[in-house]
């Protein structure tokens, strides 16, 4: 039998609770570091749950069989809010990250670093290594990649989120990474997760393209279970039938993700269009659906990009999503996080209605 406690207990109030524990006859054991997860075992009566059910430091009582996830939302658990330097993500803060598909060249990723820092978001994204789906694409620049993401975060303050294909690169990638990014490819790679999972760096992952929502949720229990509670789910879209866009996005998903657990949920418009021109209103649907942030590719000379440059779009397009999505989620009280946000790029840009 497992119990759930009530979140940041101290020890002086834990320490009444375990002693309860062993008088009614069970042994106890935490399953998780946040010390929530309580795996009661042995002697113990089960007439004596409804001692622990009426406990004020008790949430719920989960009977064995009974689905005990540390992704769940509890009946007392709040949203997770992950910090990816100074954006917040989840609850009523919307955060965005932007940036080219690939690091291709310092020159232009310092370029673009600052494009989507004028509009005032403050994560940059860029992959350095590349999960391609032929061996003969391009496959990222890998540590010298990296080396340009670590520069470019020097030079402009920007925060960075990179993705790690092999769990030998997790800590490499963790060095340069404010936001360590498993992809689709990646998301049943149960080594990568276990070891994004012993690092200290909020975590974005994809939805596996063929995926379940429970299989996605899975996957996110391997990281929260190897002791990272700084999980980011993101919807990126499904493959279907029709190629008309690239991916499906599920926005279905993304409704249901936001009752089904606590961790913030946010949308790849990019990647479930495939194409420039449906990048802004995928993304206001996944916004509508609740989604708590965007991922957005973006180019400054999409015919020549090294990979995704069809799907990119544009600075000024960036500034225009940027401004929909304030109004949008104003529309259920929630707010953008753009801490770096400058008065004069705020107003400005609150002039352009959405088309
Ligand atoms: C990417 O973000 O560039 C990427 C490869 O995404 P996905 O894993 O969603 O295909
Ligand atoms: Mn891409």
Redesign the pocket.
């Given at each position: 039998m497992l119990v759930r406690l009530r979140h940041g207990l101290t020890s002086a109030e834990l320490d009444p609770l375990l002693t309860l524990c062993h008088d009614l006859g069970f042994g106890t054991r935490f399953l998780d570091d946040g010390r929530r997860l309580l795996e009661l075992s042995g002697e113990g009566d089960q007439a004596h749950w409804a001692r622990l059910e009426g406990h004020p430091d008790v949430v719920e009582v989960i009977a064995p069989g009974e689905p005990y996830e540390l992704y769940a939302r509890g009946s007392d658990s709040p949203d997770t809010v992950v910090e990816v330097g100074d954006v917040s993500i989840g609850g009523e803060s919307v955060g965005v990250a932007a940036g080219p598909?690939?690091v291709e060249d310092y020159e232009r990723l310092l370029r673009l670093a600052r494009g989507v820092q004028s509009c005032g978001v403050s994560i940059l994204?860029g992959?350095a290594y590349?999960?391609?789906t032929s061996p003969y694409s391009f496959q990222g620049l890998g540590v010298v990649g990296l080396e340009m993401l670590a520069a470019v975060r020097a030079e402009t303050g920007i925060s960075i989120v990179t993705?790690v294909l092999d769990p030998r690169d997790v800590e490499r990638v963790a060095e340069v990474a404010d936001w360590i990014?498993?992809?689709?490819?990646?998301?049943t790679n149960f080594p990568l997760l276990t070891e994004v999972g012993r690092m200290n760096k909020p975590v974005l992952l994809?939805?596996g393209?063929g995926a379940t929502v429970e299989e996605f949720l899975l996957s996110a229990e391997y990281v929260l279970n190897a002791g990272n509670a700084q999980v980011v789910l993101?919807e990126?879209?499904i493959r279907s039938f029709d190629s008309t866009t690239r991916?499906l996005l599920d926005v279905g998903a993304v409704a249901h993700l936001a009752a089904a657990t606590h961790l913030p949920v946010i949308v790849?418009p990019?990647?479930a269009a495939g194409r420039a021109d449906l990048v802004r209103p995928i993304a206001r649907a996944g916004l509508a659906a609740g989604a708590d942030g965007l991922?957005v590719?973006v180019h400054d000379d999409p015919a020549t990009a090294k990979?995704?440059g069809e799907q990119a779009i544009s600075i000024d397009e960036l500034r225009a999503l940027i401004q929909e999505t304030r109004e949008l989620i104003a529309l259920d009280g929630r707010t953008l996080s753009l801490p770096n946000e400058t008065t004069s790029a705020s107003n400005e840009s609150a002039k352009e209605p959405i088309q």
């Open positions: 598909c690939s994204r992959g590349k999960p391609r993705e990014q498993v992809g689709t490819r990646s998301a994809k939805r393209f993101c990126r879209g991916n790849d990019s990647h991922l590719e990979s995704d």
